[in-house]
Nanobody, 122 residues
């Protein structure tokens, strides 16, 4: 059974940093892309960052230069380093996985974590 488990969320002041982790288990993920999505209150879930099985990375414009996605050498854990956080980054952050390359549509991802709350105070 595939499991994605996020951790690292919390409350931080604007300008601060958090590092999210997502541990994957239940199958081999070496040929899978992994991504982070987020959903703010009253808004649709949106793609934040993704990393393909080739290690190519993708970001939405609003987080470029502030967030960094990476994964460990075993490709079982993906990280999202979030710096210079803003109140508008407040959301539930979800980890997702799919075979091959990273795409920005949530419909392309069959595997999801339960989410971790990130709250940025002003």
């Amino acid at each position: 059974q595939v499991q994605l488990v996020e951790s690292g969320g919390g409350l931080v002041q604007a300008g601060g940093s958090l590092r999210l982790s997502c541990a994957a288990s239940g199958r081999t993920f070496t040929d899978h892309a992994m991504a982070w999505f987020r959903q703010a209150p009253g808004k649709e879930r949106e793609f934040v960052a993704g990393i393909s099985w080739t290690a190519t990375t993708y970001y939405i414009d609003s987080v470029k230069g502030r967030f960094t996605i990476s994964r460990d050498s075993a490709k079982t854990t993906v990280y999202l380093q979030m710096n210079s956080l803003k109140p508008e980054d407040t959301a539930i952050y979800y980890c997702a996985a799919r075979y091959g390359h990273a795409y920005s549509s949530e419909r392309d991802y069959p595997y999801w974590g339960q989410g971790t709350q990130v709250t940025v105070s002003s």
